[in-house]
């Protein structure tokens, strides 16, 4: 089976108080988007592609010794809007598209194996990678078909009825799709909210609506899924990369 992959580095951080592309801040010694990339590489799949925008130039120069193509997202219209740079270097792709964050380097290599696999025998539209926090305040909630790989819905934290709030576990925002089914439906999502920006989660919306399959593996290590978005995160991710999380 065919894999590509899409990393999504476009954002500035502005929570970092530093004006530098947010996947160039340094973890020991190392932009984070190194990290990213070095799991990418090692899945070998047929294709990476680079989402960048921020600082387009510095992040190619900083990732010009891997293996990827760059996708131009200007201006920066959501998550979902950046998906929609790599289509054209994803025209006909027959396989599957893993979709990672540049921001989240503590994913490991195995559990990506785990949830590319799980998503192939599954034979699934989409799979979340997933985690259960004591507290997830703030998460979208995967919401279980009873007993099963299945996933219902799922929910934002602000949508989220007082029962589904019970529900401990979360969306990590990294996910497996049969590229086809990817691309034709994020042609039908909309900006029509708040942020009026095209948020890749509605994508699932178009998949339950067709009664898509989308299926959830659940990480055994939280920590795999935290992402950085503060100084304070930045820190917490080096000692869990020093510590072989």
């Not at 799991?39 to 047929?46: E, G, I, N, Q, V």
């Not at 740079?85 to 006909?92: C, K, M, N, T």
């Not at 893993?98 to 998503?119: E, F, M, Q, R, W």
């Not at 399959?213 to 820190?235: P, S, Y």
């Amino acid at each position: 089976m065919s894999l590509a992959i899409i990393i999504m580095a476009a954002g500035k951080g502005t929570r970092m108080k530093s004006d530098l592309a947010k996947v160039l801040h340094k973890v020991n010694g190392r932009p984070v988007i190194e990290y990213v990339l070095e799991k990418s590489t090692a899945l070998a799949p047929d294709k990476i592609v680079l989402i960048v925008g921020h600082q387009a130039d510095k992040v190619k120069e900083a990732t010009a010794n891997f293996p990827v193509e760059w996708a131009l997202q200007e201006p920066q219209l959501g998550t979902g809007h950046a998906v929609m740079q790599a289509e054209e270097h994803l025209r006909s792709f027959p396989g599957d598209i893993l979709i990672l964050s540049g921001d989240a380097p503590l994913v490991s290599n195995s559990t990506l194996k785990d949830l590319i696999d799980n998503h192939r025998i599954e034979n699934a539209a989409a799979t979340v990678l997933t985690a259960h926090l004591e507290n997830p305040s703030g998460y979208g909630r995967i919401i279980r078909y009873k007993d099963s790989n299945t996933v219902s819905k799922i929910v934002e934290h602000k949508d989220a009825t007082p029962e589904e709030l019970l529900v401990k576990e979360i969306n990590s925002g990294i996910y497996v799709f049969k590229a086809d089914i990817l691309f034709r439906s994020l042609h039908q999502i909309t900006n029509d909210n708040a942020q009026q920006e095209y948020y890749l989660t509605d994508v699932f919306s178009v998949c339950f609506g067709k009664g898509e399959k989308v299926c959830a593996l659940r990480t055994k290590n939280a920590d795999e899924i935290k992402g950085i978005n503060t100084v304070e995160q930045l820190r917490e991710a080096e000692k869990l990369l020093l510590h072989g999380s």
